[in-house]
């Protein structure tokens, strides 16, 4: 597997994420209503990603609008790794080049 192809499926992987999280945190900010299918799939698909810091969400209401604070948190923190493991990629697909054509410099 080449790095451009390591790289695509990092930024696919972590995308869909980040889409769940950007999703769960607009549809809690409406409030939308929790028995509706399509929000009750979001908010299901969506909680594993946000449990790590729930923490942070303690003490929002239960029904109504929210803000979570630990999903936003999180959105930061999944981008922030994202752009870490595309720069260390960036670096490995670097350094293989040069072993590759044994380049001196």
Not at 16 to 41: D, H, Q, S, T, Y
Not at 42 to 64: M, Y
Request: aromatic content about 14%.
């Amino acid at each position: 597997m080449t790095i451009v192809r390591i790289r695509v499926f990092l930024v696919t992987f972590l995308g869909v994420f980040e889409a769940l999280l950007i999703g769960r945190l607009v549809v809690l900010l409406l409030a939308a209503n929790p028995e509706n299918p399509f929000v009750a799939l979001l908010l299901a698909w969506s909680a594993p990603l946000a449990a790590p810091l729930a923490v942070l969400d303690v003490h929002q209401p239960a029904f109504g609008s929210r803000f979570e604070r630990g999903t936003l948190l999180m959105i930061f923190v999944l981008a922030g790794v994202g752009y870490g493991f595309w720069l260390l990629a960036a670096r490995l697909g670097y350094a293989w080049k040069r072993e590759r054509f044994h380049d001196p410099g």
